[in-house]
């Protein structure tokens, strides 16, 4: 049969095909007033899509550029920063922070779960400057708790910063930036805003902006200072990525009209729309008899899966991507050969994640020795799911069949 390429990746996602023709025309230098209109346009958007009053700030890089933007402009050698950590990305956090010179304490929590807010309580010292996490650890499928931790360092009255890598979190999962006290907040381009790499977003609360200033590592491309003066004129500091601008604007637009015209609406939408893949995907999974990866605090941006014991998940991938052309991810690191990995961040629609856990299912009817295993078992729990999340029909009962 014909296979259709499909990324069920976790970045990058799917493109919008509206952002992909906006690329496409975008050819316009970018110190005119065309491409300021268009700048300042999608910088307002920004705001609305993560939800924050504060500017946000829009670079030409992968969403680690961000990241380290915020431990370059927040902190200074020596800073004692605190790492909640439960994966990759979790790592990439303490690996930066030791990079610029942090005094770095790591709350670990094993691969596939997240940590205890006990234990973040006690790792908290007087003189943290900075706490680092992950609002979705897309390397495990794990939701860490932003609000809870919020809620803490407001409690406990640490002065420390809470700085959320939400690049997979963003449009996967409910943020109350200012509301909570999230003081950074980043996100990246090929995540839940379907377009290709190459941007990253962050705002920065009033107490982080009073840190950028009193902060003495070196930074130049990733100066924020400079970067912000230059946004609030429409402009950016160097070279813009014009085409990926011209994208997110397209994208920006379909996201609030998901959310009839509101874009805060739009992104609650896409929320509800992950959470609903996800779901969907958990059931399947389980119907089959495969075991979750993260059943305790799963994230919707993406469903990591066991292998059955002693099959490699290489296998898994590998028959999805030669059979149906359906790009799913392995572990990364340690997790390699034993999860695979489905994403739902973005524009992953019912259509897709019914395709693909059919899909599935030829997988484990061939390759997968599952006992008992039957074809509709993983569709049914899906459909089921779906029928429940969205109010949908459900199927008229047995007991009720029978009555009449
Ligand atoms: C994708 C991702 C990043 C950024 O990775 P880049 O390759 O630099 O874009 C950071 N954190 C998380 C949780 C991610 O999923």
Redesign the pocket.
């Known amino acids: 049969m014909i296979r259709k390429t499909r990324l069920f990746t976790?970045?990058p996602t799917p493109l919008l095909p509206a952002a992909q023709f906006a690329m496409a025309a975008a050819d316009i230098h970018h110190r005119t007033v065309e491409f300021r209109a268009l700048y300042q346009r999608v910088l307002d958007q920004l705001k609305e899509f993560v939800g924050t009053r504060q500017d946000v700030l829009l670079m030409a890089?992968?969403?680690?550029?961000a990241?380290e933007a915020s431990v370059s402009n927040l902190t200074s050698p020596g800073d004692r920063v605190l790492v909640l950590s439960a994966?990759k990305?979790g790592e990439?956090w303490r690996d930066i922070a030791k990079a610029f010179g942090c005094q770095v304490d790591v709350v670990n929590a094993p691969y596939g779960e997240t940590f205890l807010l006990d234990d973040v309580r006690n790792a908290l010292k007087p003189d943290t400057r900075a706490v680092l996490m992950?609002?979705?650890?897309?390397?495990t499928g794990v939701r860490h708790d932003v609000e809870g931790v919020a809620e803490l360092l407001k409690e406990s009255k640490s002065g420390a910063l809470l700085v959320v890598?939400?690049?997979?979190?963003l449009g996967t999962t409910h943020l109350d930036v200012d509301g909570w006290g999230v003081d950074v907040i980043?996100g990246?381009s090929?995540?839940a805003v379907m377009i290709p790499?190459g941007l990253?977003y962050l705002s920065l609360s009033d107490r982080a902006w009073a840190a950028v200033e009193t902060s003495k590592s070196p930074r130049y491309y990733f100066d924020l200072r400079k970067e912000r003066k230059n946004a609030q004129k429409g402009e950016s500091s160097y070279t813009p990525a014009v085409a990926l601008v011209a994208a997110l604007g397209a994208s920006l637009d379909f996201i609030a009209s998901q959310g009839g015209g509101d874009l805060a609406a739009g992104r609650k939408a896409l929320v509800e729309n992950a959470e609903t893949c996800a779901a969907m995907t958990r059931a399947a999974v389980e119907a089959l008899g495969l075991k979750l990866f993260a059943p305790e605090s799963p994230a919707a941006?993406a469903t990591a899966v066991y292998a059955p014991e002693g099959l490699d998940s290489g296998v898994i991938v590998k028959d999805l991507k030669t059979r149906f052309a359906a790009i799913v991810t392995n572990g990364q690191g340690e997790m390699k050969g034993k999860i695979f990995r489905i994403a739902h961040i973005g524009l992953f629609d019912y259509m897709d994640t019914i395709a693909l856990i059919g899909a599935l299912e030829q997988v484990a009817a061939s390759t997968l020795k599952i006992p008992g295993f039957e074809f509709g078992k993983a569709l049914a729990a899906a459909q089921n799911v779906y029928a429940e999340r969205t109010g949908a029909k459900k199927p008229v009962a047995e007991g009720a069949l029978a009555a009449r």
């Open positions: 976790p970045g890089c992968s969403g680690t550029g990241m994966g990305f990439r992950q609002a979705t650890e897309t390397s890598d939400a690049i997979t979190g980043i990246g090929q995540k790499p990253a941006a």
